[in-house]
């Protein structure tokens, strides 16, 4: 059992950055690759990072390549967002979530191959 609580979200003008963390619990942390997805009022939740288990190898959508970085810390059971450039578009509650499926190299913008997910946390980007 893993359990995620994100921080660090809040408003941000247009063009500014923010960083986003989820804290895990547990002892397993480095077992999970680690996601981000985001959702909007009305859209399906959208895939925005994903980091491999040792951190060795990180994915992203072209929507948010070359704005949005993902680390990990496995020492301290954290993953990060960075978000840089930020456009009123990223406006969206933002969720971490945890994977031990084998397949996550190849399916990690699904959101059923997660088994955890945190409760969310608010960005507005105001233009």
């Known amino acids: 059992q893993v359990q995620l609580v994100e921080s660090g979200g809040g408003l941000v003008q247009a063009g500014g950055s923010l960083r986003l963390s989820c804290a895990a619990s547990?002892?397993?942390?480095?077992?999970?690759?680690m996601g981000w997805f985001r959702q909007a009022p009305g859209k399906e939740r959208e895939f925005v990072g994903g980091?491999?288990?040792?951190?060795?190898?990180?994915y992203y959508p072209d929507s948010v390549k070359g704005r949005f970085t993902i680390s990990r810390d496995n020492a301290k059971n954290l993953v990060y967002l960075q978000m840089n450039s930020l456009k009123p578009d990223d406006t969206a509650v933002y969720y971490c979530?945890?994977?031990?499926?084998?397949?996550?190299?190849?399916?990690?913008?699904?959101?059923?191959?997660?088994?955890?997910w945190g409760q969310g946390t608010q960005v507005t980007v105001s233009s």
């Open positions: 979530a945890a994977s031990q499926a084998s397949s996550y190299y190849r399916d990690h913008a699904r959101p059923s191959l997660y088994d955890y």
């Open positions: 547990g002892r397993t942390f480095s077992r999970y690759a």
């Open positions: 980091i491999s288990r040792n951190g060795g190898t990180s």
